[in-house]
């Protein structure tokens, strides 16, 4: 589950325009951004994702984008809709998958698959059923959009606390350090 969600958060923060910890973001474009995606998504060493591939993952990477910002507006209704034409788009179904373990028996796992089993589908369906349960289980204060100034990328909160407002520590800091000059110039 963790894993689906920090995954959806690193698709939209690499495929999404906007700002990034204070400076303009311009998503990676073709290849380039294909090199990342895999990257953050582990796709295996050696393996190139096809063109169609990239473009579905920048699909779904703008769908989560609106999912992410209309639950950080309170539009829980929007992500809903959004959640579930993403879902229907990627026909997200789970699936046991066994994986071997030491001793050799083997362990059976949930995991979520696509309509077909290519990597974009498959990261597609998986990314919106993890941010669906998250929603559905009334969890959706996890999912966020970052509250510095100058910054839009998202972020999946999995502390106990469940306090994050920050994409990352330089935003955190970014921000602690301008209400501190803000304070000292009064
Ligand atoms: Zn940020």
Sequence with gaps: MQVLLASAAALVNIATDGAARGRPYRAPRGGELG?????????P?????????????????????????????????????????LLDA???RPQLDKFETEGGTGEWRVHFHGRDDSFAVGWSAGCATGVA?????????????????????????ASRN?????????CQNRTKAAAFRARQAR
């Design 133 to 157: 349960m998250v929603l559905g289980g009334g969890l959706a204060g996890r999912l966020g959009v970052c509250a510095a100034t100058g910054c839009d990328r998202v972020y999946a909160d």
């Design 162 to 170: 469940a306090a994050r407002q920050f994409c990352s520590t330089a």
């Design 90 to 92: 990627n026909g997200a």
């Design 35 to 43: 090199a990342a995606l895999a990257e953050a998504l582990g796709l």
């Design 45 to 85: 060493a050696g393996q190139v994702l096809a063109e169609g591939e990239i473009a579905r993952l920048g699909r779904t990477a703008g769908a989560l984008r609106e999912v992410f910002e209309a639950l950080a507006g309170g539009r829980t209704d929007d992500a809903a809709e959004a959640l579930n034409a």
